[in-house]
């Protein structure tokens, strides 16, 4: 099984879900998504994991959300998508994605909805 973190190493609970997965015995793909951004592409795949609404990856604090009129409930999943594309410091860190699941782990307790084998870690 693939585990992909999307990771701010800035953020502690970002850290802290990175040493739960690997206190699971698993080794994630990191992505420093303010280094490396997603595209779109990559984007897409995550929306289609999300076990929670696309709009739960959007991070409003310390961004430019409000700005961007992102709390407008009309706006599509491909519009949200389009404004993390645009603006990686819109997605709300951490996300965890597995082969079937993905999803925001804050609290960093809802990793174990998607990698339960993590709770007794």
């Known amino acids: 099984m693939t585990v992909t973190l ?13 040493a739960m ?3 699971a015995g698993i080794e994630p793909v990191v992505v420093e998504y303010l280094k490396t951004p997603p595209t779109r592409a990559d984007l897409d795949v995550l929306a289609s ?4 609404p696309v709009r739960d990856l959007l991070r409003q604090r310390g961004t430019p ?4 009129g992102l709390d407008n409930p009309a706006l599509s999943d491909a519009d949200l998508l389009d404004a993390i594309a645009a603006h990686p410091e819109l997605l709300n ?7 079937q699941a993905a999803r925001p782990c ?13 709770h007794g870690a």
């Open 93 to 99: 860190r951490p996300v965890v994605m597995t082969d």
């Open 65 to 68: 959300y409000a700005e961007l």
């Open 21 to 23: 997965i690997r206190a």
């Open 106 to 118: 804050r609290p960093k307790e809802t990793l174990f909805d998607i990698l339960p084998q993590a």
């Open 49 to 52: 994991r999300l076990v929670v």
């Open 6 to 18: 999307y990771h701010n190493r800035a953020c502690g609970t970002s850290r802290n879900v990175l």
